[in-house]
């Protein structure tokens, strides 16, 4: 509002000083209740009757009285469960007391009460009024409490007549705490200064910290079980105290503008002292017949402590002020007898707000009565039986009468539905019921169409007089007083409290069947799987059904008038989830969107993990409406990464706003686009030019199927990786399998195949599987991938069939494959996916929306051509890929980490390259492209090469030539090797967009530098260590010198022929002119002794991380190994059969062993005969040579219960089910589960 009132809310600190005061008053309070219940017989787990209570008095059986009336309707909302009765009684006890005493200490912070808390010394270090109450009455402070209780009660009673909702006392204040408990809270509210308590915010906050403890034993409950919240719950959890800046920006935009659409040049309601946040768009407003400023009702249906409508207090004060006869000292009253309404379903909250508004009002004309104000507590009890039929019987009418009989039926469950209770709608059919009756007996017409509104006549019971809604209402509040009043007489709280509830229940109806010009809401966040079942089968009729908010926002939209506003603050997620579908297109079609101010993360700074954005509605129809204004405020731009530079940020884009000054986080767009895209989802920050691209161009879908594919139902028992099984069966027993992969993109090697004899008929027998779009397996095509951080297509080779892990898009033409697959993993596909399914699983739906231009585009096409061989050539690096070739591999080793590099460096141009041509060719460029790269990769094809590092050879790879090029100095050049050199653990792109240098310069500078990492020469060693041993156990054929050996066993002992070193040094020798120096560049490599990296590291560190399927490590190469290391051998999996742990047993392991008993004998024969000088090392050599003999005696004894076992390898079943078993026996150099 005005400058000195618009503000950030307060401090961290304050908060959290106010957060440990009230929740130590609020455990001091509860401790007390707990004692005096027991006093009057109530127990967590019992009641005693009053009948065996003879200790009380009769002045306390009338208490026990009240408080039962309390726990007899905290029971009935609890379906009898008497444990939960007990502590709701509690907490609305001590809610009650607490608010009390907060509200009094606010009111006398701002000097609207005579001083009864604050002491001074010279009163005594009493209070002015508990002084004032000593002299002139002493002997009604010679109690216990020195006379505090009969202070307090004067202070509540000169506030109470005008806000009753507080101070008039309840069934909840039957009891008071104790005198020294009282002083305790007291003076825990001293604590803080003066000033916090006279702050805008401090009773929001208390509201909030009040329930703190109860929401993470709540959440506790949630994650720890299967509770579902339900009753008073659902009011606790769901507590969010709103921010003032958020406050500001939703009332300034909705009631602000109310008001300047009425006036226009001539009101200042938009000044920045006044609405500060109230820039419009002058387009987006409309021409608004003005109306009385009392006439404008503003309604928050879900107002927790008030603060939004204490906000609107302002706005509405300065509207009074220019336009109205009001006096202004009389506007505070005005304003709170006609145009703010507020309900919740806490009490508490309620009496909270009530409370604000009255210290609102009061701030401004303290010597003004307040007449009443429109804060309602949806939270009526209301009971059936005797009671029921009696309030029935006292309405003067069969309308009446059934009014009642309906707001018992719609109100059963008003604790938990609050606003969402549509009694509005059961009303008025009962009226048009009504209606048609009188109509065939001729009687008088309803007025307004029979519509239920405030004034409207509803029906007519003479032949001269029509009567209104608010006459009935009026006559049904008197009978709630005739109630009342009864009960009083008879001494009976039940009663009284019945009387209360059926008041509440009326009033409450009031609100509902009213129409409001502006609903103002930060509605309860609550998912529908954490809700209670009668609070989850309510919402379904709304089709926001997963939320309480997504209800609520339907809701809102229900209580606005025609033309009215809705402004709420919610979670973002129903802009864009598909979930939400429905609701979006109600929205879109039905609402104007005028604003949102999409914060995200870090909104709410005691929530830092709600994603949230306010938003304005305007409830009329939106086709011609072409001005959404959008803010991205998202916690993902470095700009507004923390609640204080939300805050901020939302002053600077207003203040660009005032200026009509062009933002760039400001998007303004035309919403009907947004039904242009399937599910509707809010994609503002698009912007208008990619946005455009859905109404210029057709989707993916209308050019080519996309479908979802195969799921086995049990992967682990039909596929396999492809080295597993003997190539012949694939393409006869076995297919191809388009699984979701590694990040590759254009092209991808899969390592999955699928069993599908019988065109998979035993797949099709399996539970759980869905053979989807059968037509398609074969074809030619692309896939992406389903689960990815970014959207990822590759092409799809005829004769593969693709999973329910990697959709399918159905492309015939061989050209036009490769230009699609390009497009799709541009940087612009990417942006627009991203934004319609902002998590990590791209579905079908997703794929078919993507917008494509008709005709091809040769330059794509040609991109994806260089793209996919690339990719190809890059994995006939690796074994694990059906193009490995050993010929290239080998001969191309001295340069792996090059070829690597450069492959890498390839896509990474293709990429850069490609997103230039799709921008060009779509028309994206100016701020929408840089939108796309901001929330994209940089583009590598821009940053120039240097020609310092030397020229790169284009290898009939034309696209190399079209980066720029530079030669920089030697101290710039120098530097850039530098940075190189720090960084060698990060990726090519890491270090590019370090340096903003070429990925081929970073390429070639490794490699003439030798700038890569430890892990990286391993790596490199490794391979060519794992490709000899395949060759040696025959699996490749690319070295003719050497002879592979016929057995399928490598020992690691010189006693065999068969020992790894010996034959992995025939390879060396095979490969390259000078085996001892090649070996020592490996070891160099390796940072270890060869054959100690093969026996140590390899199987554990290399072999089993390339050879794995999900989790499972599939190895070929079984390394087998006593516990010690003593016996130590290689296995090639497909050479394996039933014969060949007997072999291993027979002619390897019994041979070493015989070969350490015989070294055992020998050194034993030694002894007989050596020196004391030589026994020693004898000795010493004696006891080594036994422990490795036990340790290959103890391996063979397991070895030979494996094969008592009777194993064989069932290579039908896979690597993981056979080597299992052998890790049973614990015979593996690495147990499986430490892989």
Request: aromatic share 10%.
């Amino acid at each position: 509002m005005s400058a000195k009132t618009r503000h950030n809310g307060l401090s961290a600190d304050v908060r959290s000083d106010i957060r440990s005061t009230i929740l130590q008053a609020r455990k001091t309070l509860e401790d007390e209740f707990e004692r005096q219940l027991e006093r009057y017989g109530i127990y967590d787990d019992e009641r005693v009757p009053v009948s065996s209570l003879s200790h009380l008095s009769v002045e306390d059986i009338a208490t026990r009285k009240e408080i039962d009336a309390a726990l007899e309707r905290e029971l009935e909302a609890t379906d009898g469960l008497y444990g939960r009765a007990y502590q709701n009684y509690i907490r609305e006890a001590t809610k009650e007391h607490l608010n009390r005493l907060v509200g009094l200490k606010t009111i006398e912070a701002r000097d609207l009460v005579t001083e009864t808390l604050r002491t001074r010394a010279e009163y005594g270090n009493r209070s002015y009024m508990h002084y004032t109450v000593d002299e002139i009455a002493g002997e009604l402070t010679d109690t216990s409490d020195d006379g505090l209780g009969v202070a307090l009660d004067l202070a509540y009673q000169e506030i109470g007549s005008e806000i009753q909702v507080l101070f008039d006392g309840s069934d909840y204040t039957a009891i008071e705490p104790g005198f020294a408990v009282r002083r305790e809270v007291l003076e825990e509210l001293d604590d803080l200064e003066n000033d916090v308590w006279a702050s805008d915010e401090a009773m929001g906050w208390v509201y909030q910290y009040f329930g703190k403890n109860e929401r993470e034993e709540i959440d506790h409950r949630i994650n720890e079980g299967d509770y579902k919240v339900r009753d008073t719950d659902v009011a606790t959890k769901t507590q969010l105290f709103t921010p003032r800046y958020i406050v500001e920006w939703m009332v300034d935009n909705s009631l602000g503008r109310l008001w300047l659409e009425m006036y226009g040049d001539q009101t200042d309601i938009n000044d920045e002292n006044k609405c500060f946040y109230l820039a419009p768009l002058e387009e987006s407003l409309t021409d608004r017949n003005v109306k009385d400023v009392r006439e404008i009702k503003v309604l928050d249906p879900a107002c927790g402590s008030g603060h939004m409508l204490f906000y609107a207090f302002d706005v509405l004060y300065e509207m009074y002020l220019e336009h109205s006869d009001v006096a202004e000292k009389y506007i505070p009253r005005e304003i709170l007898k006609n145009n703010l309404y507020g309900v919740d379903i806490d009490e508490g909250a309620a009496q909270i707000a009530a409370l604000s508004l009255y210290v609102k009002a009061k701030s401004h004309s303290p010597n003004v009565a307040i007449e009443g104000m429109n804060i309602v507590s949806a939270n009526a009890v209301l009971v059936n039986g005797e009671k029921k039929e009696e309030v029935l019987k006292r309405a003067d009418s069969e309308l009446e009468q059934r009014v009642l009989e309906q707001v018992w039926t719609s109100f059963e469950h008003i604790r938990e539905w609050g606003s969402l209770v549509r009694i509005e709608e059961q009303i008025e059919e009962i009226i048009e019921e009504e209606l048609e009756e009188i109509s065939s007996t001729g009687q008088s017409q309803f007025t307004n169409d029979g519509k239920l509104a405030k004034q409207s006549s509803v029906v007519a019971f003479s032949d001269d007089e029509d009567e209104s809604w608010e006459q009935i209402k009026e006559r049904l509040l008197t009978q709630v007083k005739y109630l009342a009043e009864e009960a009083l007489e008879q001494n009976d709280p039940v009663e009284e409290m019945f009387a209360e509830e059926v008041e509440k229940s009326v009033r409450l109806l009031d609100v509902f069947v009213e129409d409001f010009d502006v609903v103002v809401s930060n509605p309860p966040y609550l998912g529908s799987k954490k809700m209670g079942e009668d609070l989850k089968k309510h919402i379904k009729s709304y089709k926001g059904s997963r939320n309480l908010y997504t209800a609520f926002i339907e809701r809102c939209t229900e209580f606005a008038d025609e033309d009215g506003y809705v402004t709420m603050v919610t979670p973002e997620d129903f802009m864009f989830l598909y979930s939400y579908r429905g609701l979006r297109k109600e929205l879109v079609s039905n609402q104007q969107l005028i604003e949102g101010a999409h914060l995200s993360r870090y909104g709410f700074d005691q929530a830092k993990d709600s994603y949230t954005i306010p938003f304005v509605l305007r409830n009329t129809n939106p086709s011609n409406f072409q001005s959404s204004r959008f803010y991205r405020m998202t916690h993902e731009q470095e700009k507004y990464e923390d609640f204080e530079d939300k805050i901020n940020g939302l002053k600077e884009i207003t203040n660009y706003n005032r200026s009509n000054k062009p933002h760039d986080d400001v998007y303004v767009v035309n919403q009907n686009t947004f039904q242009e895209i399937d599910r509707q989802p809010f994609v503002y920050w698009f912007g208008s030019e990619i946005l455009n691209l859905y109404e210029e161009y057709p989707l993916l879908d209308d050019l080519a199927d996309v479908v979802a594919g195969l799921q086995t139902g049990d992967d682990d028992k039909f596929t396999r990786c492809w080295w597993e099984i003997e190539e012949d069966q694939i393409g006869n027993q076995y297919k191809w399998y388009m699984l979701s992969g590694d990040d590759d993109v254009y092209y991808y090697s899969p390592e999955r195949i699928v069993r599908w004899e019988g065109d998979g008929e035993s797949i099709k027998n399996e539970d759980g599987s869905h053979v989807r779009n059968e037509d398609y397996y074969g074809n030619q095509g692309i896939t992406f991938r389903r689960a990815s951080k970014r959207f990822t297509a590759r092409v799809q080779p005829k004769d593969h069939i693709f999973s329910n892990h990697a959709h399918f898009v159905d492309v015939q033409d061989d050209e036009r494959t490769k230009e699609l697959v390009t497009y799709l993993c541009s940087s612009l596909v990417r942006f627009i996916l991203q934004g319609l399914n902002p998590g990590l699983d791209f579905q079908v739906g997703d794929g078919k929306r993507i917008p494509v231009k008709e005709e091809p585009s040769e330059k794509l096409q040609s991109l994806g051509q260089s793209a996919i061989e690339v990719q190809k050539s890059k994995s006939s690096l690796y074994e694990t890929k059906r193009e490995f070739s050993g010929e290239i591999f080998q001969k191309s080793f001295d340069q792996y980490l090059l070829q690597k590099d450069l492959a890498t460096s390839d896509i990474e141009i293709i990429h850069g390259l490609a997103d230039n041509s799709v921008f060009e060719e779509y028309g994206i460029d100016g701020r929408a492209k840089d939108r796309v790269l901001d929330e994209n990769l940089a583009n590598l094809s821009e940053y120039p090469h240097l020609k310092n590092s030397g020229e790169i050879e284009s290898d009939s790879r034309e696209f190399r030539e079209r980066i720029p090029t530079t030669e920089v100095d030697n101290e710039t050049y120098d530097n850039i090797v530098k940075v190189i050199r720090d960084n060698m653990g990060d990726s090519i792109r890491e270090i590019a967009e370090k340096t903003e240098v070429s990925p081929y310069t970073i390429t070639l500078i490794r490699s003439q530098n030798d700038l890569y990492t430890r892990g990286e020469k391993q790596e490199a060693a490794g391979r060519l260590l794992s490709y000899y041993l395949g060759y040696v156990f025959g699996r490749w054929d690319h070295l003719e010198q050497v002879t592979p050996i016929e057995d399928d066993i490598l020992v690691f002992d010189d006693q065999f022929d068969n020992n790894v070193t010996g034959r992995i040094r025939k390879c060396i020798k095979a490969n390259f002119d000078n085996v001892y120096e090649k070996e020592a560049e490996i070891e160099e490599l390796l940072n270890k002794d060869m054959t100690d990296w093969l026996q140590e590291n390899f199987f554990r560190y290399h072999h089993t991380k390339e050879y794995r399927r999900r989790g499972q490590r599939i190895p070929i190469y079984w390394h087998l190994e006593s516990d010690d290391g003593a016996f130590s051998c290689f296995l090639y999996y497909h050479a394996m059969d039933a014969e060949t742990l007997p072999k291993l047993r027979g002619q390897y392991v019994d041979a070493k062993i015989e070969t350490l008993e015989n070294r055992l004998e020998s050194i034993e024969s030694q002894l007989e005969g050596a020196s004391d000088d030589r026994k020693p090392e004898l000795n010493s050599e004696l006891e080594e040579v036994q422990e490795q003999l036990d340790d290959v005696r103890d391996f063979g004894e397991r070895l030979d219960e494996l094969i008592d076992e009777g194993f064989e390898p069932d290579f039908e079943a896979g690597i993981w089910e056979n080597i299992q078993q052998v890790d049973e026996y614990d015979l593996l150099q690495t147990e499986l589960d430490k892989l």
